[in-house]
């Protein structure tokens, strides 16, 4: 039983970490690629773009990403999965600090704390369980 | 410009996930997960329209996404996609009829104002 929980601890543990990294580095590798001289304008821009090597490592992230997050909710609550991966919003923006020297203003910051805050306590709300429970249904 | 887009992004993502969350529901719960009956299930999903239309939406979500990256910063274009769950409160609501409570609505709201905060 405790081997059982302790398993499911580390499984849920490793799965998340799973989900907020592979998204925050996906949106990093796909700005790495898309820097702000990029030209978008016709539909085969974009496409062949989407070959450029770092654009193509982010969407192989962002796919990693999707099938890690479908994953971990299949067994883990939204209201656990959401809040704790709300830890990317400031991650990614210290990813876009560190490796991309953007200059982060103290009320982006703030914005940014305020939008992690946001997003776990929407999950707070009506937001269903994966699971569902019958004893919290009158 | 990059309002425009941010707009289309999230417009696009809340539409998607909506049209999957009913594609799948008309589908039914996946019991089985052998490869089988998983490329069974994807070959039916693949032919209903629910399920096609929220691919499309979250195509035009990620291009819109990338055109974004191209103009933004990393830390302006990440923080604002969180929109998303605010117009997901309100269509909770007031499409699918849920039951929101303060708790969601306090948290769409910090959303929001972070949004501001960001974007300043």
Redo the contacts between chains.
Sequence with gaps: MTADSSHLRLKTCICTAIVVFSNAFGDFFMKRGLPDTTRLSTPLEYVTMLFQPWVTLGVVLLVVWQLSRMALLSWADLSYVLPVTSVGYVLVALIGWVFLHESISATRWAGIVLIMAGVALVSSGSAPSTVPRKEARP | MKWLLVLLMVAATTVGEVLQAAGMRRHGEIHDFRPGAISRAIALLARNRFVIGSVIAMAVSF?A???L???T???????VS?VT?VME?VL?KYVLK????A??????????????????
């Excluded at chain 2, 849920?98 to 409570?101: A, F, K, L, W, Y």
């Excluded at chain 2, 708790?103 to 300043?120: D, E, I, Y």
């Design positions: 291009f996404f990338m055109k990256l191209s103009m910063d990393l830390s302006f274009a990440v923080p969180a769950y409160t909770a849920e039951r929101v409570n708790l969601r609505w306090a948290g769409a709201t910090l959303v929001v104002c972070g949004v501001t905060l960001v974007s300043l």
